[in-house]
């Protein structure tokens, strides 16, 4: 067996040499012979009944394959959690850009014009477009009160500590919709035949979810559906979902039409059409003691899931139990919601709720530091998590964590003092003004609470014939590094070369539901399940007696070959078992929500130009706690990759809404951050291991999102002495919020001069009182 470990080293990916070479096959690279292609026609309007459809004159008709809701042959819905989406709207619209009809041709250049030349003539119904209006109930648009889920998690006696608090500190939140940004556009194929059924390939996290909906939408049996993942260009949760419904659209025309069906969305319709970060609002209430020590206290936090239900509860659950971050909460009451809107569907986006729920905690404990007369520092160390204590839903923190020592850590890497001192004295001078913020967060990894054990996912590890090994599971490759990652476990546990393993293809005739590529689940949990699928093999092999207990790889070949030889396929299947200290009441929504969570505290230094009114990033330090980094390129990179979208949610990414439709989805008016933008992002690891992820890794994929927005806003309170609390932060927004400020101060220092009042706030109305004159 080999003595050079192949986990901890940043091995070439599986994949990489065909993505630079031009040899990976995207969905668009795929041509099958008679395809057709295929475009949707949309609702234009927010919400109504459809009246009347005209086929324009203009338009050979003729020519076209046309599909209605009446076509499909099951159920007319996108399975998922629940089965309220329609695949194609039928009497009703609930939101711009839901799907109506469907079209297909063998000349993709005649279907633009074809789709303006359907006209459709509603009766339009009064629509939602805020989470206020939702709960003021003006309209009911779904089910009896426009709530999709709440939960309530209690911990404590909330009641009884307002008295005992030498400060109640009060603050609202809110965050805006972001879009995934992917390299490649969504994109599927389908192919019908009576015999062998629907066949679809794309672009996609999910293999068995796009199955699942298949054979509800289509009527079929499990094997008469197959989902297979082509080269996929990014994600970032935005493929989790969506591509569901391009795949049952592809699989309708198919059908129909008895032709593969290809359907590639450019840019705009992807933006305008598909899911996007739930927009959120947290309501934070909290009392302290006068050393600065939280009591308890009272957070709501509500999200807009747009139309339909989708991915909502599973998000609202995620954002509700992060949302007391990585401190210990004696008593704390945490209301969550998921309310209706009529704006297209929100979904899946890389931190699946935390980036929200945490941007306002994180935001809320310098808001606290003030009012109690300690520093952003002191605060959070005064109360952070320590072994032994609990969590918000009571999960015993039992991993060694100190979270002073990572902080202590972060500070020295960002020389936070010694920057905090200079900048206090130079932003006296000039037409800038610079700052430093912290944020210190959690982030659970695999499904929450009950999530992995309901999942029960398989995967399986194969000796083949010619005596390499190959993983076989359902989760894909995005460009994370899941090949390259899992590669690595099954390499490190049968003690072989890394070249002498490979991944199939995610086919779901040929790989097991090993669970979607979603929530930081692959390296720990999947991870685990294909450490141990591998050691089965060498098991099998060491019982057959082709194989002593040591071995070399030439060893191990020739007793695969023997094996396969002699007795057939050398597969070996390993199932997620719930370890037996990991339990969830979904009831009382309380005990272990994750098996694992990793840490981190996160720097930010920025600067804010006061004739511009813009905020650059200059430096950033990222430190955190993950278990083991089993690829340490990659890793580095997935925190990178995640600080950047943090930096883009924070200070540029505004999707700009009008009556429920995006208006700038094209990316010249929706503004990412380019290259220039980004400061150096320092990357640090702290590594405790974790007993329950392959080789004591935990998820990792997730977490660079939650930090960065809440440490640039603090850094930008820091440099200007004004709150800002909802992102993204845009120079208008600045410029206005300096105006207020200075409207704030000239009205107290009149009453100030009026009254002879001598306390006053260099904020205005903070939100902020002690106990008895609480605001």
Not at 250 to 277: F, H, N, Q, W
Request: charged share 25%; glycine share 10%; hydrophobic share 40%.
């Amino acid at each position: 067996m080999s003595s050079d470990r192949i986990v901890g080293k940043s091995v070439a990916r599986k994949e990489g040499r065909d993505k630079v070479t031009g040899g990976s096959q995207y969905v668009d690279d795929m041509v099958l012979p008679n395809m057709l292609f295929g475009a949707t026609v949309r609702s234009q309007i927010p919400r109504g009944r459809i009246r009347k459809i005209t086929f324009v004159p203009g338009v050979v008709w003729d020519e076209f394959v046309i599909v209605s809701a009446k076509d499909i042959p099951g159920k007319n819905c996108i399975s998922l959690i629940g089965d309220d989406q329609p695949c194609l709207a039928d009497e009703f619209v609930n939101h711009p850009e839901e799907p109506i009809l469907l079209l297909a041709h063998p000349d993709r250049h005649l279907l633009p014009k074809a789709v303006e030349s359907v006209a459709i003539e509603y009766d339009p119904l009064p629509a939602i477009f805020t989470m206020e209006d939702s709960e003021r109930r003006s309209e009911i648009i779904w089910g009896e009160d426009n709530v999709f889920k709440t939960y309530l998690i209690e911990k404590g006696d909330v009641e009884s500590i307002w008295e005992k608090a030498d400060y109640i500190v009060e603050g609202e939140y809110t965050t805006g919709a972001q879009e995934q940004l992917y390299i490649e556009n969504n994109g599927m194929i389908a192919a019908f035949d009576a015999e062998h059924g629907i066949t679809a390939w794309g672009s996609l996290q999910c293999p068995y979810y796009i199955h699942k909906a298949l054979m509800a939408l289509c009527d079929l049996p499990a094997e008469k559906v197959r989902v297979v993942q082509m080269e996929t260009g990014g994600a970032f949760g935005g493929k989790e979902e969506y591509p569901s419904m391009i795949a049952a659209h592809a699989a309708l025309l198919a059908m129909k039409s008895g032709k593969p069906v290809k359907i590639i969305y450019d840019r705009m319709e992807d933006m305008a059409a598909t899911t996007k970060r739930h927009p959120s609002r947290t309501r934070q209430r909290t009392a302290v003691s006068k050393d600065g020590k939280i009591l308890g206290g009272e957070i709501d936090f509500t999200i807009d899931g747009g139309a339909y239900l989708t991915l909502s509860p599973v998000v609202l659950s995620r954002g509700a139990i992060h949302a007391g971050g990585p401190y210990y909460w004696p008593s704390i009451r945490i209301s969550a919601k998921a309310v209706a809107t009529n704006a297209p569907p929100h979904g899946a986006f890389r931190g699946f709720g935390a980036p929200q729920s945490l941007f306002a905690m994180e935001r809320h404990m310098d808001r606290i530091a003030r009012e109690v007369g300690l520093t952003p520092v002191e605060i959070r160390r005064r109360n952070f998590l320590q072994p032994g204590q609990t969590t918000t839903t009571e999960q015993v923190v039992r991993e060694p964590i100190n979270l002073g020592k990572l902080l202590d850590r972060a500070l020295e890497a960002s020389d936070y003092y010694a920057k905090k001192d200079r900048f206090a004295k130079e932003n006296r001078l000039g037409s800038t003004r610079k700052g430093m913020g912290i944020a210190a967060f959690l982030h659970g990894a695999g499904f929450t609470g009950s999530g992995e054990r309901y999942l029960s996912s398989v995967v399986g590890v194969e000796g083949c014939a010619d005596g390499d090994v190959r993983v076989l599971v359902s989760s894909t490759e995005f460009g994370q590094g899941t090949k390259t990652v899992l590669s690595q476990i099954a390499a490190e546990a049968l003690g072989l070369p890394y070249e002498n393993v490979s991944v199939a293809q995610p086919d779901t005739l040929q790989v097991p539901n090993s669970g979607p590529t979603v929530a930081s689940r692959t390296a720990m949990v999947v991870g685990k399940l294909v450490q141990s699928a591998a050691l089965g093999i060498k098991q099998t092999l060491v019982s057959a007696k082709l194989l002593g207990e040591t071995y070399t790889p030439e060893e191990f070949r020739a007793a695969c070959q023997r094996h396969v030889a002699a007795h057939g396929q050398l597969r070996s299947w390993s199932r997620y078992e719930a370890p037996s200290d990991i339990f969830w009441d979904d009831e009382k929504y309380r005990g272990e929500a994750y098996a694992a969570f990793a840490w981190a505290v996160y720097i930010a230094e920025v600067t804010v130009d006061l004739a511009t009114y813009s905020v650059s990033v200059d430096d950033f330090v990222a430190l955190q706690e993950v278990g083991k980094v089993l690829h340490p390129l990659l890793a580095k990179g997935q925190i990178i990759g995640g600080v950047a979208q943090g930096i883009g949610f924070s200070l540029y990414e505004k999707v700009v809404w009008q009556n429920g439709r995006m208006q700038n989805s094209q990316m010249t008016n929706y503004i990412m951050p380019t290259s220039s933008d980004l400061p150096p992002i320092r990357v640090f690891f702290e590594e405790l291991g974790n007993v329950y992820g392959a080789y004591g890794a935990k998820g990792i994929g997730e977490l660079p999102m939650d930090g960065p927005a809440p440490a640039i806003l603090n850094a930008v309170e820091d440099a200007l002495g004004v709150r800002f609390d909802s992102i993204p932060l845009l120079p208008e927004d600045i410029m206005d919020g300096l105006d207020i400020d200075r409207l704030d101060k000239d009205r107290l220092n009149k009453d100030r001069d009026k009254d002879g009042l001598a306390a006053s706030s260099q904020y205005g109305n903070s939100g902020v009182g002690s106990r008895g004159g609480i605001r």
